[in-house]
């Protein structure tokens, strides 16, 4: 292939091929390990990358008009922890003009996560309510189902169609003939009632039955590969210097003080936060009372994150400066962690470098200086890598270990930041002057909204406990009626 036809592929995705195992390995997974069938399918993806240019693709050379819209975006993860890639059916239109700017957009798309995610399984979403024939477009749908079974090897999990019209029945029974019978096992056609058995309701917007409060805009990305260079942490400022330890105490006794009363069932949490002034210097340890959880959680195999994508700060107005990251450690392990920043002169992030025990939660402080504002371009990144038990937890261990581990076995985490005008949003916000102001509406919300789910729980073991004792029921009268049957039987055989 490469003899006949070098001209026809980028010189880039060669070079990849004979480098990356992984991608070789995807190819032959998805053919079956069929090598000849393996082959075709890597020529035919490299001519059709070659095509689209897909190693240069990026914002700048797309309309900005096409990620405004919010048609494609990437948001939330599904039960099994894939992250979802949502088609908003509703907000495409036919038009020849534009289809090859939208084909190269769904590529941009998957490229990016692709590198960024080492080709990580997606779950695809279309979601189509709210629309009717007008949005059919049987070229641009083969399209993408060309991009996961001809281009994209082993990239898919499962195709989530929601809310389907039926008036759009036979235009889908075309689509299954493009789909081999392995992609056809991935389509889930779902509705409000049962679609959380694939997504759960914290990644589902609220005309699907869930409560996730996401709205796509545009700027920045929803998720992006951090070209802006990131730091460990904002500078030490005058402003730090004089924050003292006793300071910070206060804020975390009010913080925990303030969620246990809104909160008196939930359990506290087993949290150790390390302060640093810097990276050299002595740490303190402070457990926290019990901080008030996000409504969504990444769930990661090495550490639980919550939120899961945002942090909330507030405009000048609003005075919002602070924000809490929850970790939770979820192996047996000592987890090493590391938070970046985009933006490092505005924020500080206490603790930057630390470690979190087998079991136990540790909360992060990231804070706004004085002055600073925050931007929907801030990101954070969380780097998280497993420990061996012997290794020590002190800044020089920390050190030398960030240096020893390898990329591969590094878990990446990222967290954008969303400025919020005048209502507070359910996420781990702490406001400055928070405790001294009455709960706000949301706050009240997400304190009904945990008792109700508390009390359906409870419900929802009373109502199994009752299934059970009803089929022991039943099974002992059947029990009982084929004892007397039988005991009838023996009567009436002794007087025959």
């Known amino acids: 292939y490469l003899l006949d036809k070098s001209d026809k592929y980028d010189s880039r995705d060669v070079e990849k091929l004979q480098q990356d195992d992984k991608w070789v390995e995807n190819y032959l997974i998805w053919r079956h390990d069929v090598v000849d069938d393996t082959l075709k399918m890597i020529d035919e993806s490299f001519q059709w990358r070659k095509e689209y240019t897909v190693n ?19 948001h939330g993860y599904d039960k099994e922890g894939y992250k979802l890639f949502w088609f908003k059916v509703k907000h495409h239109t036919r038009d020849p003009k534009q289809q090859l700017d939208k084909k190269k957009l769904v590529a941009f798309w998957l490229e990016h996560y692709a590198k960024r995610d080492h080709g990580k399984p997606l779950t695809v979403v279309f979601d189509m309510a709210e629309t009717g024939i007008s949005h059919i477009d049987l070229d641009f749908v083969r399209f993408i189902v060309n991009c996961f079974t001809d281009y994209y090897p082993n990239f898919l999990t499962k195709i989530v169609i929601f809310e389907m019209p039926w008036i759009m029945n036979a235009a889908f029974k075309i689509v299954k003939g493009w789909l081999g019978p392995d992609a056809i096992s991935m389509l889930k056609f779902t509705n409000k009632s049962d679609i959380q058995e694939y997504i ?10 869930g409560t996730d409060s996401f709205k796509y805009s545009y700027p920045p990305l929803v998720d992006d590969d951090f070209q802006t260079p990131l730091c460990e942490n904002g500078p030490i400022t005058n402003e730090d210097e004089h924050e003292s330890k006793e300071e910070l105490d206060a804020d975390t006794k009010e913080t925990g003080e303030l969620n246990e009363a809104q909160n008196p069932n939930q359990k506290k949490m087993n949290s150790i936060e390390h302060i640093s002034k810097s990276e050299e210097t002595d740490k303190t340890e402070v457990k926290p009372k019990n901080a008030k959880k996000a409504l969504t959680t990444f769930k990661g195999p ?8 945002e942090l909330y700060f507030g405009s000048k107005e609003t005075g919002e400066k602070k924000c809490l990251i929850v970790l939770t450690n979820v192996t047996k392990n000592v987890v090493a962690f590391k938070v970046r920043t985009t933006a490092p002169e505005k924020y500080r992030v206490k603790p930057s470098n630390s470690s979190c025990e087998p079991g136990t939660s540790l909360d992060i402080i990231v804070s706004l200086h004085g002055g600073f504002s925050a931007s929907l371009q801030d990101r954070f990144l969380i780097m998280a890598a497993e420990m061996d038990q012997s290794s020590g937890a002190g800044a020089p261990e920390l050190t030398q270990f960030w240096k020893d581990v390898p990329r591969t076995k590094v878990m990446e985490h990222r967290l954008r930041c969303h400025v919020i005008e005048s209502s507070k949003p359910s996420s781990l916000t702490l406001k400055d002057n928070a405790f001294n102001v009455p709960a706000k509406t949301n706050e009240d919300l997400h304190i009904q909204l945990t008792r109700l789910l508390q009390i359906n729980k409870r419900l929802d073991e009373q109502m199994n406990r009752c299934l059970w004792f009803q089929q022991l029921s039943v099974v002992l009268s059947l029990l009982s009626v084929t004892v007397s049957a039988f005991c009838f039987y023996l009567a009436y055989a002794q007087r025959s």
């Not at 759960?200 to 039955?209: K, N, T």
């Not at 090495?302 to 899961?308: E, N």
């Open 56 to 74: 240069d693709l990026s914002e700048s050379v797309l309309p900005k008009w096409l990620f405004e819209i919010g048609a494609l975006f990437l």
């Open 302 to 309: 090495l550490l639980h994150i919550s939120p899961a994508e």
């Open 200 to 209: 759960s309701g914290e990644y589902l917007p609220p005309h699907m039955g």
